[in-house]
């Protein structure tokens, strides 16, 4: 799998943001879990980390574009939709085998989660956002995991697969509450090569 490729699904943009700010979450929003809390095991198969975040995916069945971000969007000249500011990170979790003479030959599962700012905007409809309407935003979480970070070896046939959901309540512009839930799904492997299999944007 070309290496480009594990970039064109999170792209991390650290411009600050003007001055609206989401207040932060209370209750129940916040993930029950902890993987920083686990002893070090000393042989690099367990690697946890805090990073920023940012994915975006459309719903072909209904035009609407999700993005979940901790950065503000569109390198922070999004003042109507999106974090005006960076937000706090979310928790990663690596689980493989490090080869210490190539980094990226390297076997990695990779998880990821965390509470993060959802935008949801109408790509058939004009407005602020991007050009589009703003349909929902507000907080929410994602969970994304990849059964091997770097893609398959030249020569292997078997397929790389990674999952990205999100959920939440946001708002909608005129002040109405409503639920979110969305999902793309990831295929590759050196004999097909990459595949979206599922793309899902449900307000409701």
Not at 11 to 37: E, H, I, K, S
Not at 118 to 125: F, G
Not at 144 to 156: C, E, R, S
Request: aromatic share 12%; hydrophobic share 35%; proline share 6%.
């Amino acid at each position: 799998m070309p290496k480009y490729l594990l970039f064109t699904l999170l792209v991390v943009m650290g411009l600050p943001g003007c001055d609206r700010q989401p207040v932060a979450p209370v209750g129940g929003d916040t993930p029950a879990f902890n993987w920083m809390n686990n002893p070090s095991n000393g042989n690099l198969r367990i690697t946890r980390f805090e990073d920023g975040f940012v994915a975006c995916w459309s719903d072909a069945t209904n035009g609407l574009r999700a993005c979940h971000s901790t950065f503000p969007l569109g390198d922070g000249t999004e003042t109507d939709c999106g974090p005006q500011d960076v937000l706090d990170p979310i928790q990663f979790q690596w689980v493989g085998l490090i080869d210490p003479l190539d980094f990226f030959a390297s076997w990695i599962h990779q998880n990821a989660k965390g509470t993060l700012w959802i935008t949801v905007r109408d790509l058939t409809q004009p407005g602020v956002c991007f050009d589009n309407k703003l349909v929902a935003e507000g907080w929410g979480t994602v969970h994304n995991n990849d059964n091997d970070l770097f893609g398959t070896a030249p020569g292997d046939r078997n397929a790389n697969a990674w999952r990205f959901a999100g959920r939440g309540k946001l708002t909608t512009p005129d002040g109405a509450t409503v639920g979110y839930n969305g999902h793309i799904h990831f295929r590759y492997n050196n004999a097909a090569g990459f595949k979206e299999t599922s793309a899902r944007v449900s307000v409701h």
